[in-house]
């Protein structure tokens, strides 16, 4: 199975960006869809992007026009790279890989949006 890796998180005043990266241990070219999740705390873990295996997107409602997920599929790598914060985005973001045998998850990395 795939494994994932998170990097990128941070403290960031709000309006401010920051780019998350998910390193895959293989390729993701076959991989059905990854996705970003977050999850902040007392909350359930809610889906932020997707990216499909033919490069579709879609996002929550809540980051449209401000959040954007691409991929490097020869860098076996996922970004989401998130602009004009707030602070209601602070949460640990989490990548996901969608494959025939089950979905996958990386540990998570600390997004924290504060002035």
């Known amino acids: 199975q795939v494994q994932l890796v998170e990097s990128g998180g941070g403290v960031v005043q709000p309006g401010g960006s920051l780019s998350l990266s998910c390193a895959a241990s293989r390729s993701i070219f076959n991989i059905v869809a990854m996705f970003w999740y977050r999850q902040a705390?007392?909350?359930?873990?809610?889906?932020v992007a997707e990216i499909s295996s033919g490069g579709s997107t879609s996002y929550a409602d809540s980051v449209k026009g401000r959040f954007t997920i691409s991929r490097d599929i020869?860098?076996?790598?996922v970004y989401l790279q998130m602009n004009s914060l707030k602070s209601e985005d602070t949460a640990?973001?989490?990548?996901?890989?969608?494959?025939?045998?089950?979905?996958?998850?990386g540990q998570g990395t600390q997004v924290t949006v504060s002035s």
Do not use: D, F, M
């Not at 890989?97 to 089950?102: D, I, L, P, R, Y």
């Open 41 to 47: 705390p007392g909350e359930e873990r809610k889906l």
């Open 74 to 77: 020869a860098k076996n790598t």
């Open 92 to 105: 640990v973001y989490y990548c996901a890989a969608q494959e025939v045998s089950g979905i996958h998850w």
